[in-house]
């Protein structure tokens, strides 16, 4: 058994990346490096407002005197910010009206990647902003959202036509001197998605933006704003990939979502960049800021992730809740496998009146990967009757890997009640045992234990997204054996 | 004003090195030149350190103290001075007064049964051999500052040593007592080994007698051969201005079996660094921690378990109750290495937070690179349940009563692991008292307060009044 267990670890480990193929389509890019010419080059290509470069050079003089963080349980090798280039974007030959006239090389593209735009809006009802090498190439179904009042374009758009909002909440989840990859994004960012959902409406279509890296030595740098004023809903998802390539690319966005007095947000995100090769070689490094602010009361916001791609991720989807009644959320399944390295989890910042958070975290490595939980609960003191419970579970699959918690809890008020639990365990022989005498396959046995494993999460997401969760899940371990 | 107290001890080393050399074999001389560098180079830690975020030094940094170099002439009786008040309480007290060894002049202490004990500046000269073998062997891997300046500084401590297949019949309990008229920095280095398949009970006391803010830094290095069972009880009864920092290293070979208790009740500034390296198959660790701590008071509890080798089980207990503004700080971390399979380590932290001022900040932290392991911690903060209360009050208990009835119980269940019957009775006793408010820092507790006729002495110029 042992012997067959390894033969199906190899077939898995040969398994290859399917979204690692390059569009060929006619590219424009910023000469490499990064400097105040380089921003000024952006914010003049996208013909921003003054108040947009001068919050990007504001960024850039703090990140400037900022070194990049190194307290995360990763192996990062240098990353030469002079190397990368800052802006790439499919040469434009005008405005595009209709889905018609956008590059069918693109299309092509998309299409291979499932996200179908035209179908898409035909058939499931998403509206999908599609981000190609950080500039957004197509957003669907504007002009049914239009209808409920619902702003749902690109973030170079909304700059464009809805500068007062932008100005208002750019900037005030995630300050510009956050932390280093913020400061970069902010410094440097292309494009990304912007929505506002008006008072009283619910969304009634599932917001999406798909991402994708393609051009070669590019890095991407988008920013997602989401506004959800009083008494709003909306689902939001979020996916990516990106070609196979021998070096590394970065990834650095930036997710801030505003939730105001009895507005809810759900944020999902597939999470599918190029991990790199079975030597860990290539891959995207993924540093990511997300943060979600519960402005008002009675308001909240969920994350839910699914984190299967990259080389390195770095990521903590966090909630701040400052409104009196406020609800955070995380589910997070985090897989790890060959040489990927995960350090990701969530924040919690209680600060209004009976605040409810809830975390759970999954966490699978296999391979020689290394896969952390990083969290932070904490009650400030005014915070009173808050309440959370945090739950963050390791299986591990083979003995070469690593599993590491590192919850914080900060607690400084009496009448909170703050929970923290965490197992770390492999695929127990009773558990394959039972399955194999019933006749499952060893193969399928694990893929039904993972999943069952991760089903608390999964349950979470929308369901044109579980559907691909769980694919991807089957992928990346069926047949690794603890 | 950090860098002024270590400017002071950089130039009263210099200017003391004979003193705190003395009759140091080469080997400790070296050792002593390496380690005063890597003070001088890690300095003191500060809340940027990841270990030490939640415990900021500076303040208590910032005050002015006095070293010494030479013990003080004057003859202290010490069954005078300290009294351990726990009834019943049969135990071989050996003493530190001001951080020096009280019969320093008389040769190592040893028992009918082999076992030696004493200073241990003098076990350096009578056993080098024993002392050079594990020396800083243990505390070695923990670099910061403060173990590092202990190891530079420390002159005296104690010495113990229990030979192969020795079950010692009497606890041994080591006492540090601080009574001087001044600021005492205090650094005291001990080192006790017990053999193969040898049993040994130590309660480990620090004692202030004195309303002077003092700084202790202690590193004690306890090696455990195959086989070997320590008892380990760390207690202290300090005032309330009083720093200490505690670090213990033990080092566990297979199929040794350790059981520690770090019972924080009194003291300004505790700092319990606790750090277990399981490297042999089959070894035990069970630690344990209690605090209950009101005022200001902040209370740190550091414990690292290091599952070195596989088949090793570990079960951390820490639980707090804490009132006013006083803070604790619970940082567990469980390292189970690539071979280390067949691994049990459990770890919980419970805490009940009293009031809105007081502050809990708990990382319960798994680090884990083998597969075949079970692992798993908890952590809560919280109030008492309010079901419970409802059902004690349902049966006619007034809430106050309901209320200590919990705060006990809750506490309990440190408590009642403790096997030491006469010592498990005097901390219930304390505990209770310290729930009911009292326990007033004047009392002089911990191991004392029985003692109700205890005369303090102020000294007050009588010809100015």
Known sequence: ?482 | METVLKEKISELFVKNKFKIFNNDPDEVKALRETAFADFLRLDFPTIKWEAWKNTDLKKVLDRDYNFYFEPAKEHIDIEKVFQCEVPDFDTHIISLYNGWYVYRDKPLTKLPDGTILGSFARAMEEYPEIILKHYNQYAKENKNGLNSLNTAYAQDGIFIYVPDGVETYKTIQMVNILNKEDNLFVQNRNLVIVGKNSKLTLVHCDDSHNHKSSFTNTVTEVFMDEGAKVDHYKLQNLNNITSLINSTFFYQSANSNLTSFAISLNGGLIRNDIRITLDGEGSNADINGLYLVDKEQHVDNQVFVDHAKPGCTSNELFKGILDDQSTAVFNGHILVRKDAQKTNAYQKNRNVLLSDKATVNAKPFLEIYADDVKCSHGATVGQLDDEAMFYIKSRGISEYNAKLLLMYAFAAEVINKITIVPLKDRIDDLVKKRLRGELAICDQCVLHCRNQEKIYDFNIDMSKI
């Open chain 1, 1 to 482: 058994m042992e012997k067959d267990n390894n033969n199906i670890i190899q077939e898995v480990t040969r398994n290859d990346y399917k979204y690692g193929f390059v569009t060929n389509i006619e590219m424009e890019t910023a000469p490499k490096g990064l400097n105040e010419d380089i921003i000024r080059y952006i914010s003049n290509k996208k013909n921003e407002p003054d108040f947009m470069l001068q919050f990007r050079l504001k960024a850039y003089e703090r990140w400037k005197n900022m070194i990049q963080p190194n307290w995360a349980h990763l192996k990062v090798p240098p990353i030469d910010y002079n190397e990368i280039i800052y802006y790439a974007a499919p040469k434009k030959k005008k405005e595009l009206g209709s889905l018609d006239e956008v590059d069918p090389e693109l299309l092509a593209t998309f299409s291979k990647l499932g996200i179908s735009l035209e179908e898409q809006k035909r058939l499931s009802g998403v509206a999908v902003d599609a981000v190609f090498d950080s500039v957004s190439v197509k957003t669907t179904f504007s002009e049914t959202l239009q209808k409920h009042g619902i702003i749902f374009c690109s973030f170079s758009e909304a700059v464009q036509k809805h500068p007062d909002l932008v100005k208002q909440y750019m900037g005030s989840v995630v300050p510009p001197g956050d932390n280093f990859f913020a400061a970069l994004n902010t410094a440097v960012f292309t494009d990304g998605s912007f929505c506002y959902i008006p008072k009283g409406v619910r969304c009634p279509v599932e917001l999406s933006t798909y991402f994708r890296i393609n051009s070669a030595g590019t890095g991407q740098f988008e920013r997602t704003l989401i506004i959800a004023d009083e008494g709003s809903y909306v689902s939001y998802m979020e996916g990516c990939t990106a070609p196979q390539r021998d070096e590394n690319q970065l990834h650095a966005a930036v997710v801030e979502i505003v939730a105001l007095k009895d507005a809810q947000v759900k944020y999902s995100t597939v999470q599918n960049w190029y991990p790199g090769d079975k030597n860990g070689k290539g891959g995207v490094y993924n540093f990511v800021t997300k943060r979600g602010m519960c402005k008002g009361n009675n308001s909240k916001i969920s994350w839910t992730q699914v984190e299967t791609g990259s080389a390195i991720t770095w990521k903590y989807p966090s909630c701040v809740l400052l409104g009196d009644n406020s609800v955070g959320e995380f589910y997070s399944v985090a897989v790890t496998n060959h040489h990927q390295q995960a350090d990701t989890g969530s924040k919690m910042t209680h600060i209004g009146k009976n605040t409810r958070s809830t975390i759970i975290s999954k966490g699978i490595s296999s391979g020689v990967g290394n896969n952390s939980y990083r969290g932070l609960v904490k009650i400030l003191r005014r915070a009173e009757n808050s309440r959370n419970f945090s739950q963050c579970d390791s299986l591990l699959l083979g003995d070469k890997c690593g599993a590491h918690t590192f919850p914080y809890i900060d607690a400084q008020n009496s009448t909170s009640i703050v929970e923290h639990e965490a197992t770390t365990s492999k695929i127990s022989d009773d558990q394959l045992f039972y399955c194999k005498q019933r006749g499952i396959s060893t193969e399928n046995a694990i893929g039904l234990i993972v999943n069952g494993y991760a089903r608390e999460v999964l349950k979470q997401l929308p369901m044109e997204f579980a559907v691909e969760a769980q694919k991807l899940l089957t992928i990346s371990l069926e047949g690794s054996v603890g």
